[in-house]
């Protein structure tokens, strides 16, 4: 548990929680030990895996201690509620959340709070009887901070889950009143002759001693044979009996009228003094309210709790289950794997609720459109999936798939507005494409990112061509990181030179990979593999520090500070030590932050990461600069130039390409060169291969040029060769115009 020392909201100045008459105690339950009811622990474990975190607790009170009621993650057994952030959560109405314990003054001494224990990220969930009274606490840990807190999907769970304790800990009251009076908890006791017949029942109450009366003479099955469990069960439990074996918590349905009942029931055999059998005594309970309890336990670890859909864990039982039918009839089935286009647009625009509203529709949607014996599943966030298994005949499966999509984009009212959105879809056959869940699955991935990469608001069926690229990009991994060790990337520069006299005042570090098999590889044939793998911040990081390392104190034209341009990896722009890395490469190198340009594209600031815009006013403020590379290439918007503070474009080689070439071309490059100006923005275009593209630029107003036309990319050696000479050339020319002016 995590103790507390300090005030706190719903608490004394001292720090101790006021004490109340709606604050009580459940007395005589069995948690001294730390072993609470198996449906707690069962509460527990689910409360842990939605949330994603490493520990889960209920906590339950007596007097001023909080017992440990279940746990995992931990084996702590109590705690006091003056000296606990349980404590304080038991004292408040509503959920406590805290993003970071270590940063809440109110906790943030606490002796746990430190890195070697790491308890960062709390959200307790008090728990009170329907008469208000605080009873406990349901919460969960983890050693990461989450600024998020708790998704709506994640606290509506863990809502249900603490309104699920209040009955747990109801029952387990009862039966703690009940072991009061017998050995063990149970509601009556019963005993059997050598035929397995009742001889004696004793009733809890008068209806049930009435209902018993019927009983006796009469074995359990007489009674309930046909009115629940079957002919089988009843038989393996005979069997049990004549090999004479104990039996405990046995549980069996039966019908009450219309209700159906549950019943649990406990024995041993009874021998004489001379070891002959004389029969069979025990215990039985009525535990209908219990399974009530269970059932719907298992129903939320089977169901995604927003749209009532199967969760992954449900739908991959399925698929199982489909799986063992193939092998005994021979038939297939189809598994869709589907993404919702656009959905983080949806809400950030219309906000969460109305996500929630359009993910709830769409549920309903695949519902309506797919066969009665179709398995609809949320795997979570905005992807969904179907296993169906009628697709046979030929053509069912684009037919199919048209359906679902057709039923998805159909436009979503929310509120006054209209939002429509597409979904993208992979499929694979089963079990043509895998012979388990996870091989069909990940074929179906597969194939919706071939959807996604094509356009997305498509549909793909899984072949092995898939598969065989998803295995080199794995194979490129893997030879990535060897790569890193054996020093195979090579940094070259591709000179940039001032527009109105070709000298050079900056360069582009750009990647090479010197592969042992393949030779040396340009960025196009490795960066996407790299951007997106756990090897992107070792490299990008080496990039920048090699780059600063081997230019630094190169000068531009006329002595200027030489810009050197180097490219971000998305995953340095999410890593929450960038700012720290760059200032330490800075310090180490002796590069000045001045004469540093880093590009990020547009992608990336669309692309959900931590307060972006702090972390590059950080690096503006070392002197850096920051140069939008592939500018009007993605979907970013104007508003992104502003907000991030942007100091450079680069206008991509696909509109520089055209120049000369379409109207079109002409108008749009003008457009963006004239937007970046009117901003008070610097302009360097790349691509630059002729001189009647050169001359254009000119004319519009770029700053900077980059591209064969000047130079190709080339290593360090050639580059300062390069530079000397365009000082040279300048200097000269400088010279000239002297001599010519005197």
């Avoid at 057994?77 to 406590?96: D, H, M, N």
């Avoid at 009143?177 to 059997?192: C, T």
């Avoid at 509120?415 to 993208?424: A, D, F, L, T």
């Avoid at 340095?572 to 800075?586: E, K, Y």
Wanted: charged content about 25%; proline content about 4%; glycine content about 10%.
């Amino acid at each position: 548990m995590v103790e507390h020392n300090g005030g706190a909201p719903g608490s004394g100045g001292n720090g101790r929680p006021q004490t109340g008459q709606n604050r009580g105690t459940v007395a005589g339950l069995p948690l001294t030990d730390g072993r609470g009811d198996v449906s707690l622990q069962r509460i527990v474990e689910i409360a842990a895996r939605v949330t994603g975190t490493r520990k889960s607790f209920i906590t339950l009170a007596e007097g001023e201690i909080l017992h440990v009621a279940a746990a995992v993650g931990s084996d702590v057994r109590q705690t006091e509620t003056a000296k606990s952030v349980c404590g304080v959560a038991y004292c408040g109405k509503i959920p406590l959340i805290v993003p970071d314990l270590s940063k809440d003054p109110r906790f943030a001494h606490y002796p746990y709070v430190m890195p070697e224990d790491g308890n960062r990220f709390y959200a307790g969930f008090p728990i009170r009887s329907g008469r208000g009274t605080a009873l406990g606490t349901l919460c969960v840990i983890d050693p990461a901070v989450r600024p998020e807190g708790l998704t709506s999907d994640q606290h509506a769970v863990m809502e249900a889950l603490t309104a699920l304790c209040v009955r747990v800990f109801e029952g387990m009251k009862r039966d703690a009143r009940l072991s009061d009076y017998l050995d063990i908890a149970s509601d009556w006791i019963w005993e059997q002759d050598t035929a397995y017949r009742f001889t004696f029942l004793s009733g809890s109450d008068d209806g049930a001693r009435a209902r018993f009366h019927d009983l006796l003479g009469k074995t359990r099955w007489d009674s309930v044979i046909g009115n629940g469990e079957s002919e089988a069960f009843w038989a393996r439990h005979k069997a049990d009996l004549d090999d004479r074996k104990s039996f405990r918590d046995l549980r069996f349905r039966w019908h009450d009228g219309d209700v159906e009942r549950v019943h649990s029931i406990s024995g041993r055999p009874v021998f004489g003094r001379s070891g002959v059998f004389l029969g069979y005594r025990g215990s039985a309970r009525d535990v209908t309210a219990e399974e009530v309890v269970r059932r719907q336990i298992e129903a939320l670890a089977h169901r995604d709790p927003l749209t009532g859909l199967a969760n992954r864990r449900r739908f991959e039982q399925r698929v199982a289950d489909t799986f063992r039918d193939w092998q005994e009839t021979g038939r297939s089935a189809t598994v869709f794997v589907l993404d919702v286009d656009n959905f983080k647009l949806v809400n950030d625009t219309h906000g969460h609720s109305c996500g929630d509203e359009l993910l709830i529709e769409i549920a309903r949607r695949l519902k309506a459109c797919v066969g009665e014996n179709a398995s609809v599943a949320r795997l979570g966030g905005d992807e969904f999936a179907i296993l169906e298994p009628n697709l046979a005949r030929d053509g069912a499966i684009p037919e199919y798939a048209a359906a679902i999509a057709q039923a998805v984009g159909a436009p979503f009212e929310a509120g006054p507005e209209i939002v429509e959105c597409g979904c993208s879809i992979g499929i694979a056959v089963l079990p043509d494409h895998g012979a388990s869940f996870g091989q069909i699955m990940g074929n179906a991935d597969l194939a919706l990112y071939q959807s996604k990469s094509l356009g997305r608001a498509r549909f793909t069926i899984f072949d092995m061509e898939m598969r065989r690229d998803a295995d080199t990009r794995n194979t490129l991994t893997r030879e990535l990181g060897e790569a890193i060790d054996a020093h195979q990337f090579q940094l070259v520069y591709q000179p940039v030179v001032r527009i109105d006299d070709e000298a050079i005042v900056g360069a582009e570090v750009l990647l090479r990979w010197n592969h042992p098999e393949r030779g040396t590889l340009p960025p196009g044939a490795f960066l996407p593999v790299l951007d997106g793998s756990r090897h992107a911040l070792d490299v990008g990081y080496w990039v920048l520090e090699e780059a600063c390392r081997r230019t630094q104190g190169w000068r531009g034209a006329n002595g200027k500070g030489f810009r050197l341009s180097v490219n971000l990896f998305a995953a340095q722009l999410r890593d929450p030590r960038l700012v720290n890395r760059v200032r330490t490469i800075l310090e180490r190198t002796g590069f000045d932050g001045r004469d540093l340009e880093l590009e990020i594209t547009e992608d990336i600031l669309l692309t959900p990461s931590r307060d972006l815009a702090a972390v590059i006013r950080e690096l503006k403020m070392m002197g850096i600069a920051i140069v939008l590379d592939d500018f009007g290439t993605g979907y970013g918007s104007l508003t992104h130039l502003l907000q991030f503070s942007i100091d450079r474009l680069k206008v991509d080689r696909a509109f520089v390409r055209g120049l000369g070439e379409s109207h079109d071309h002409n108008k749009v490059t003008q457009a963006v060169v004239k937007l970046a100006v009117d901003l008070g923005l610097k302009v360097t275009a790349e691509g630059i291969e002729t001189d009647e593209q050169k001359h254009f630029l000119a004319r519009i107003g770029c700053d900077d040029l980059q591209g064969f036309h000047f130079s190709r990319p080339v290593p360090v050696e050639q580059m300062e060769d390069l530079l000397a000479r365009s000082h040279a050339r300048i200097s000269g020319e400088t010279r000239d115009m002297r001599a010519g002016v005197a």
